[in-house]
DNA sequence: CTTAACGCCTGAAGGC
DNA sequence: TGCCTTCAGGCGTTAA
């Protein structure tokens, strides 16, 4: 499932594969994912276009072309990239690619998601994008700061791990992180946002920050689906000190068993010691 | 405005 | 072995 590290990282590694090369034609082998166009829009969308910029916001990945169209894609749950120089169909073609971009001197990207709930959108030159509006602040914003966050979730009476899934309240956080971030700084995951102080809101931005950045040094968490470009998988999963880690010793205390609750549907990891109600 | 529940999807895993 | 159920979860939609 990747969240901003994860699609931190995509973006990076896409960025040196791709930038300067130039789409030739396009296969859609599924169409659920294209959310603003049918398959012969899209397709028309992209021959021809040159890849300039590949750049993160949130959890969406930016494809810049020289152009300055644009194609704005969310991989979900299951939603991975594969870069193949040379795309042989014979080797290479896989059962869940939905999305297949033919490059010249036979290399391809192909857009590759098990559960097809990855969406892509494309946008003209000076059109308004409308999933700008749907994200809110970047967590390594300077606007950021702990004030700011008190005031947003002073009348958000769910629990601080909910609102910190919540993509327009900070950009870019899922499961995995949030578990870790409330771990991190020993607050209960249903303590209710609005009962966080200055203090307390000053942690949560400066452990946000330094799991995130941690994460990205990392090169992101691989449980199960997760996979980078070239199926490379991350390594923070060794740093994970609740995540996936039910029954296990807490690795601060020592002393107590990681437990697992359900939190508006999904589950939240956390130490009952280490983070009292 | 906020909150909660549901549906979308497939494959893995567990129960019997 | 095989069938059935449950689970994984980001996010849009809907209803309250």
Redesign the pocket.
Known sequence: ?P?LPEVETIARDLNQFLRGKVVQNVNVLHT?PLSNCNESEFIQFCQQEKFKNITRA???LFFEFESEKKMIL?L???GKFQFFSPYDPEVNFE??QRLLFLLKNQEALAFHD????GTVSIYYPHTNILEYK?IGPEPFSSELNPAILKEQAK????PIK??L?D?KFIAGI???YACEILHAIGIHPAKP?SSLNLEEWQKVLTKTREILKEAIRARGTTINDYRGLAEKKGSYQKHLKVY?QENQSCPTCKTTKII?I?Q????TFFCPACQPE
């Open positions: 499932m969240e659920k949130g959890k969406y969310h979900r749950m299951t059962k869940h098990v559960r097809i709930f749907k009348n958000r009476k769910v909910n609102l899934l993509q899922g499961n995995i946002s996936n697992r359900k508006a549907q999904r589950s």
